[in-house]
């Protein structure tokens, strides 16, 4: 299911840590995926529909470099890719076998993907680089999945650094690593998100004048009602 153009404009202008402060008002405290660290500064912010995919540990008969040509592969699953998803892959944070490469993370850009996440590795870095998918993981690692994983399954809940990942949920991903934001919560949240936005950037307008922080961050009710008339 596509994203809601202006939801997704609104996510976009957030950033993971506000959104990881008004999750937890709504009392969920896990949704940050650990390890989801950009491969390149400078990745703009993406938000979009999560499309999992999943790796178990690795099985002699079942990781082999045929297993790539099966009807169930990583390969297959790219075909499956919606433009403007997020795909975001459990690798079990296995960091010594990476689980994608340059020629798979090149024909994800080509098909539209926004960014791949993963709790794991990739490989051939200077080729993913040159691919143009933005990429948050762990690192980089040479040998190839198989190495290390087996490829199970895409399209079924996942977790991805600590977090229950299921499709369609939206991750929204910077610099501080990627966040989810239950599918439910969605609408909600973005509303909440704007506010809190404006909120904070009059707060960082108060300090930058030389305001204390006790009563104004959070603000009380005299600095609540200053905050407010700004908004008219």
């Known amino acids: 299911m596509a994203l809601d153009p202006g939801v997704s404009a609104t996510l976009s202008r957030v950033t993971t840590a506000t959104l990881t402060t008004l999750l937890l008002k709504k009392g ?5 995926m650990r390890g989801t660290r950009p491969l390149k500064a400078g990745q703009p912010r993406i938000v979009g529909r999560a499309f999992t995919l999943r790796f178990v540990p690795a099985r002699e008969d079942l990781a082999t470099p045929a297993s790539w040509g099966n009807p169930i592969s990583t ?10 998803c997020v795909a975001v892959v459990d690798a079990m944070g296995v960091t010594d076998a990476g689980i ?5 993370c090149a024909r994800m850009a080509k098909r539209g993907v926004a960014a791949l996440v993963t709790d794991g590795v990739v490989r051939d870095v200077a080729g993913v680089l040159a691919s143009g998918l933005p990429v948050w993981c762990r690192g980089a690692a040479a040998p190839p999945s198989i190495a290390g994983l087996t490829f199970v399954a895409w399209g079924q809940p996942i977790g991805c650094g600590g977090v229950a990942v299921l499709p369609d949920d939206v991750v929204v991903i910077d610099d501080d690593g990627a966040v989810l934001v239950p599918a439910g919560l969605v609408n909600e949240i973005a509303a909440d998100a704007a506010e809190q936005e404006r909120l904070e950037e009059w707060i960082m307008g108060e300090v930058t004048r030389g305001a204390a922080l006790p009563g104004l ?12 008339k700004t908004k008219k």
């Open 75 to 84: 390969r297959a699953a790219i075909e499956a890719m919606p433009a403007g």
């Open 28 to 32: 969920l405290r896990n949704v940050w």
């Open 100 to 104: 994608f490469g340059d020629i798979l």
């Open 217 to 228: 961050y959070p603000p009380n009710d005299e600095n609540r009602a200053r905050y407010e």
